[in-house]
């Protein structure tokens, strides 16, 4: 089950791994936009040729097209427009690059999901896995208990039924009866002559 759960995560690891590095790219590369990048951006022109027509046929129109106050209104609208249109552009790129950096760490925060996803399961696997060998040597010694209770029981068993099939005659016990009918140096005692 680790395995596949690894394997059904590695697409979303992966995808974190290509977002983080996109992350810390963006953070490296960072900067605000140039005059030539806000010039360069479509339609940028054409606004300003756009206004500044219009401006030089509304002094046209009141005989001011080469006058100092239709060059100075003219001069202040390129200013202004260039202005504007910079401040709009730096919003539009800090608007992308949020969208981006938000696209980025969803994506990094669905593979860390992934990611815990399989640390999770290798620890479920790693408990199991141990749970069961401690069971199986629990196992193994609870046998071992048995086995040896076992032939314990059996020793018991065997020298009860040997002394209670052995009757001692009147005043000699058992053992001393025992060693002298068995060994020829045994006294009746009880004891071996040595």
Known sequence: MYNQTRED??????ARNTALQRLTEMLGTSKSPS??????????????NQGLQ????????RGMSNSGQALTAAARYGTDYASTKYNDAFNRLQSSRQQQWNEGASLAGLGQTGSSQVAAS????????????IGAGNAQAASAIASGNSWFNTGNQLAGWYASSRKPSSGNTWASEWDANNYPGASSSGGFDW
């Open 122 to 133: 290798g620890t479920n696997y790693a408990n199991q896995a141990s749970a069961n060998t």
């Open 35 to 48: 005059a030539s990048d806000v010039q360069n951006e479509a339609g940028y022109q054409f606004g300003l």
């Open 54 to 61: 219009a401006q030089q046929r509304q002094a046209a129109a």
């Open 9 to 14: 995560n590695i697409p979303a690891l992966s």
